[in-house]
């Protein structure tokens, strides 16, 4: 390193964001995760004995990721490598496994390589790194928002053991605040600095489990705000924090994790007949920017498989929702969609019909397929009636209640039963219909 690269990055250094700075050196200053890096569970361990092998942290922005990496760089014996998904191709990866190659050959010493961001390596990235990782040529940590058990390729998931970030704990994020202020060295303590609690207290809710988000807000706080005149001390009180994180750090990535989260509990609120919730998760998907057409489908599906004929105005209320969702736009479409989950959450449950073409469907799938008995067959076309087609059918409309008992199963399966309509809403008109129906004796 030249003279000008050493003062490039002692610049970098010292203009580096507080979160960069306040990354934690030795797992002592990690704040959080004790689930996973408590002392005496299995990563705390492996990190203090440097018998690390291949690991992929999975979580939310701002939960430690790449600090833990970090720290494992400045414990362990290995050399260690670091490439980012973004910025770094196969030539990257094939360059890194060499040189970890030569260097176990020669000095017999371990690489361990770190991959910010997995997730954003292609099929062919990732492919490129299997043999390496499985002779033990380089060991792995991989860092990623998403979840590793989609968007990492399986080989190299089996070979890793993955451990999840949770988002940091109110308490964890105040923790971290204070140590910033503190710390003359890297932090903000050479600044005479005061925070009031309720500028502290909201801060550390809004950044919502991010400890980048509320470093880079109390930063921004700090830096922008004149010392008071009377003792020349900076204070910032909860209308300059709000100023500084004006907007709730919402972890929602649509093609990510917390996306599918979002909407499963959206669906199951739903589901579960709590409005409340139901509408906290669509204010969610609305505020994080969701397709509202995406939201409207979901609706489509659930008005057929969890409510069907116990409310069969669900469905066709959700579908004219999604007419109307295209055709208004956001921002009134939030009324529209209100409207909708409210009735659909309200609405008289019922999974029946989806229940009935599932087993429809596995019978034939997995069963001997049915022959279709000779009276349902068709004999519209010449020469039927010689093979008996359509012989004995009985046309309901000729009897009372446009009923008549007669077979329309095949033969195997003319005993079974799919469809069991509960008591619920509607549903329980069509089953004591279906009832009255079935106990009436065979006519003609």
């Not at 060295?185 to 988000?213: F, K, M, P, Q, V």
């Not at 489908?297 to 498989?305: P, Q, V």
């Not at 095949?410 to 279906?434: A, S």
């Amino acid at each position: 390193m030249n003279f000008f690269e050493l003062n490039k990055n002692t610049q970098l250094k010292k203009k580096a964001p507080l979160s960069t700075r306040m990354r934690p050196k030795t797992l002592e200053d990690f704040v959080g995760q004790d689930h996973i890096i408590g002392k005496e569970k299995l990563l705390y361990r492996a990190i203090k004995a440097d018998k690390i092998t291949s690991l992929i942290f999975y979580g939310p922005p701002g939960t430690g990721k790449t600090t833990l990496a970090k720290i494992i760089a400045n414990t362990t014996q290995s050399s260690f490598e670091q490439l980012n998904a973004v910025t770094s191709g196969v030539s990257d990866i094939r360059r890194v496994i060499k040189e970890a190659g030569d260097r176990l050959g020669m000095y017999n010493k371990k690489t361990i390589l770190f991959i910010d961001e997995i997730h954003r390596f292609n099929k062919s990235q990732q492919d490129a790194l299997l043999p390496s990782v499985e002779e033990g040529t380089v060991v792995l940590i991989g860092a990623t928002t998403e979840n590793p058990y989609f968007e990492v390729n399986s080989p190299l998931v089996s070979r890793s053991r993955v451990f999840q970030l949770k988002s940091l704990e109110k308490e964890d994020i105040i923790k971290i605040l204070h140590k910033a202020l503190q710390d003359k060295r890297a932090g903000l303590g050479n600044l005479n600095t005061d925070i009031t609690s309720e500028a502290l207290e909201h801060l550390a809710n809004t950044c919502n489990g991010d400890a980048r988000t509320a470093l880079n807000a109390l930063e921004l706080a700090v830096l922008t705000t004149a010392p008071n005149q009377e003792n020349n001390k900076i204070i910032i009180d909860l209308e300059v924090a709000q100023e500084c994180i004006q907007k709730r750090a919402l972890v929602y990535e649509k093609n990510g994790d917390n996306h599918y989260d979002t909407v499963s509990a959206f669906i199951k609120s739903m589901r579960g007949s709590d409005p409340d919730a139901a509408l906290y998760w669509l204010a969610k998907m609305i505020y994080a920017g969701e397709d509202p057409k995406f939201i409207a489908r979901r609706i489509i599906i659930f008005a057929s498989e969890d409510i069907g004929n116990a409310d069969p105005q669900a469905l066709s209320l959700a579908v004219s929702t999604a007419k109307a969702v295209e055709f208004v736009g956001f921002p009134e479409a939030r009324i529209i969609l209100s409207q909708a989950v409210t009735y659909l959450a309200t609405a008289p449950k019922s999974n029946a019909a989806c229940i009935a073409i599932q087993n429809a469907l596995k019978d034939v799938e997995h069963k001997k397929t049915g022959s279709v008995p000779l009276h349902l067959r068709d004999a519209h076309y010449k020469g039927a009636s010689q093979l008996g087609h359509g012989k004995g059918y009985q046309y309901p409309h000729d009897y009372p209640k446009s009923y008549v008992d007669q077979q329309y199963l095949p033969e195997e399966l003319k005993d079974t039963v799919y469809y069991c309509p509960t008591g619920h809403g509607y549903e329980k008109t069509i089953k004591e219909r279906m009832e009255n129906l079935k106990g009436t004796k065979k006519n003609g």
